[in-house]
């Protein structure tokens, strides 16, 4: 047998006993959609203050709240037409945040030494609350917007897990919240001192709580 002839029937042969390599593949569907107009979330006051506090005035081994000296401010969300809307939050600060079994505190920074401050309650307050000039009822949602609690006058704090706060006019109401144009949030500030026998408090520490407040569209 010629050379050449050997090397085709060598790769005849190859062919024929290399299997056939089976293709994986996997589809993916993108979805979403595009609203027409959008809403503007503004506040009064982008700063809560909670001003000097003396350490004679903190606990030495349980945190200290102050939620009697609470600051306050307004959020204003204005839409273009009536839009479907829940409010959460980004804590900027959140390696620094105490435990909370609820999973609302945010976090004050670091003192010096490393040592964790204490946290900030971001709430909102129905009292001091209109949504298209009714009054508002709170619901708590989950991220998905599947799943809403039973709403209510009571004052919920604004979720840096993942969870969504909602608004609506009725009370009792489970199936999430309402279209809403225009709505004035009443928000309350209030601070957790973490326990003295935990801090390095020689000198003056700053609070360096930080959040993003953010509109998620339903």
Known sequence: MHSL???????????????VLAASSVDITVKGSIIPGGCTP?????????????????NAT???????R??????????????L???????????????DTHRTYHGLGH???????????????????R???????????TGDAKRWSSSESEPRSVRADGLLVGFTDTQGRTSGPIPIKNAVLGLSSSIV??????????????????????????
């Open 5 to 19: 002839n050997r090397l085709a029937f060598g790769l005849i042969m190859m062919s024929v006993l290399t299997p």
């Open 42 to 58: 503004t506040l009064s006051s982008a700063e809560f203050d909670h001003g000097k506090i003396s350490a004679r005035d903190l």
């Open 62 to 68: 349980t945190p200290t709240s102050f939620a009697t």
């Open 70 to 83: 609470a600051k306050d401010a307004t959020l204003t969300i204005t839409c273009e037409a009536a839009m």
């Open 85 to 99: 809307y829940g409010v959460r939050s980004i804590d900027n600060r959140a390696s620094s945040a105490l435990t």
């Open 111 to 129: 003192t010096a030494a490393g040592e964790k401050i204490g946290a900030h309650l971001l709430r909102i307050v129905p009292a001091r609350s």
């Open 131 to 141: 949504i298209d000039e009714k009054s508002a009822f709170l619901t708590v949602g």
């Open 193 to 218: 001192i973490a326990p003295t026998q935990g801090l390095t408090l020689t000198e003056e520490v700053p609070l360096d709580g930080a959040a993003t407040l953010e509109l998620v569209y339903l």
